[in-house]
């Protein structure tokens, strides 16, 4: 008696069935997910907590003298090397007193906005007794935000220790 052995594995069929199945449904989370809303929250979770950083980081460097504020036109983020020192010439503009060390003692550097391009920048604008910060939020569930922070716009999230400064 001739013993067979049965062949073992998967037909075609049944790899191209099992194929089509995870195609379909890992089109199905894509759509469920949407990774581009997703990728707009995580920026804008991002501005979030870079202007809450910020805001303590200035008055506490106001508050124990590390740096003065000045009347400055609006200033914003640029992709120049310069733009994120922490010395008062970045994109946050401020005088530094003798023997102090101005926002280093706070942050390391200023940070950007995630994709710093057009209107998605952050913007400084001081006078010589209060300042202020802006970001524009990109997902539709944080314009509430931007609307109910206490600015004069509609159209940024606002920050500082006066929300009238820039229009």
Known sequence: MLFQP?????????LLVVIAIVAILAGA??????PATMM??????????????????MNLAITEGEITLATMA??????????????????IRFAIPATKTGLSKYVAALPLDPTNTGSNVYSFQSTL???EMDAVLEHADNAIKMTT??????TKYEVGTS???TN
Do not use: C, H, P, Y
């Open 74 to 91: 609006a200033a914003t983020t640029s992709a120049q090397a310069t733009a994120q020192v922490v010395d008062g010439t970045g994109w």
């Open 163 to 165: 929300l009238t400064i």
């Open 6 to 14: 049965k062949e073992k594995g998967f037909t075609l069929v049944e």
């Open 149 to 154: 922070d206490g600015g004069n716009s509609a």
């Open 40 to 57: 707009q929250k995580a920026r804008d979770s991002r501005r979030l907590g870079d202007m809450d950083t910020l805001v303590k980081a």
């Open 29 to 34: 989370v894509l759509i469920a997910i949407n």
């Open 129 to 131: 007794t209060d300042f």
